[in-house]
Nanobody, 127 residues
Framework: QGQLAESGGASVQTGGSLTLSCAVTGDAVWSNCMAWFRQAPGKEREAVAVRYDITGTSYYADSVKGRFTISQDKTSSTLYLQMNSLRRADSAVYYC????????????????????WGQGTQVTVSS
């Protein structure tokens, strides 16, 4: 079995920065498609960043492009999401997700395309 576990969520001020971590264990370590999703109250879960390990390519939602960075440390089996210039609209529960595929799901793909999920970590941005 594979597991993902997010950490690093916190309450921050507008304009601040925060880095989320996702520990990858078990079968999930063989995943080559990694992603960060978020879900705010009353909204659908949305992908904010995806990383395709084989190509080393990352993609971002327009709402976070230029402010968020997804990265992976394979040595420690950890996925990261660095968030800068945070806005109140960024407040949400953030989830990491992973799956092993020949062709990775693209940014707009359904969340059901990912096999492994973390429990989520809360990020709250306030003025």
């Amino acid at each position: 079995q594979g597991q993902l576990a997010e950490s690093g969520g916190a309450s921050v001020q507008t304009g601040g920065s925060l880095t989320l971590s996702c520990a990858v264990t078990g079968d999930a370590v063989w995943s080559n498609c990694m992603a960060w999703f978020r879900q705010a109250p009353g909204k659908e879960r949305e992908a904010v960043a995806v990383r395709y390990d084989i190509t080393g390519t990352s993609y971002y939602a327009d709402s976070v492009k230029g402010r968020f960075t997804i990265s992976q440390d394979k040595t420690s089996s950890t996925l990261y999401l660095q968030m800068n210039s945070l806005r109140r609209a960024d407040s949400a529960v953030y989830y990491c997700a992973a799956v092993k595929r020949t062709v990775c799901p693209f940014l707009a793909a359904p969340s059901t395309d990912y096999r492994y999920w973390g429990q989520g970590t809360q990020v709250t941005v306030s003025s």
